[in-house]
């Protein structure tokens, strides 16, 4: 699973516009277990796709992962590290489209 990740993160920095959506929904998925190993760089990851390719990360759910991960509990050096990657990717995002805009709200049930 780790070399599957490192092998999705360089094929993303290689060419993010054709980076799969296949892929980013693994690995929204992954960063959707919070009690996962691999939850940190998951997030760590989305965070860099949504500054890379901010459309691939609104259509893959990213942003609404990255929001999760911020609200559920992680330790305080995570948290800091989301914060700031977190303040970079939102305004990548928000500035894209209006419809972009509308896939980042945290949905809130």
């Known amino acids: 699973r780790i070399q599957a990740i490192k092998l999705m ?3 993303m920095l290689l060419q993010p ?3 799969p959506l ?3 929904r693994a690995v929204v998925a992954v960063a959707e277990h919070t009690q996962d190993n691999l ?3 998951a997030l760590s990851m989305i965070c860099e ?3 890379l390719n901010p ?3 609104s259509v893959c759910g990213g942003i609404r992962a990255v929001q999760m991960g911020l ?9 800091q590290r989301l914060q700031k990657t977190y303040g970079t990717a939102i305004p990548t995002v928000s500035g ?3 419809r972009s805009r509308q896939r980042i709200f945290l949905d809130v049930k």
Do not use: K, P
Not at 71 to 79: G, I, R
């Open 49 to 51: 796709l949504s500054v």
């Open 9 to 11: 993160r360089t094929m």
């Open 17 to 19: 516009l054709h980076f």
């Open 71 to 79: 609200v559920a509990n992680h330790s305080n050096v995570m948290l």
């Open 96 to 98: 894209y489209t209006q």
């Open 22 to 24: 296949s892929f980013g």
């Open 55 to 57: 459309r691939m990360a």
């Open 39 to 41: 939850c940190q760089s």
